[in-house]
């Protein structure tokens, strides 16, 4: 593992798809990505655009819920 936790591999891999990143791109800063992390990576390679948006939407969902529960701290 990169020494990152799961939820912020995954959160840097969305955020990176969302910043034009693409394929080994996604996790090519991680040293050694988790399987949560490889397994988005492979959602967002879906060539079906409703299941690779299904899958972004789902991660960005919970990036969201993490920044709100900061800020309400």
Known sequence: MSGLSV???RSFVATSYLLDRRNNEL???LRAP????NTLVR???NPDRRAK???LAAE???IVTSVEAWRIR
């Open 7 to 9: 939820e912020l591999e």
């Open 27 to 29: 996790t090519e800063p």
């Open 34 to 37: 988790s399987a949560a992390a």
């Open 43 to 45: 959602g967002l390679q």
């Open 53 to 55: 948006a299904a899958v």
């Open 60 to 62: 960005v969902a919970k």
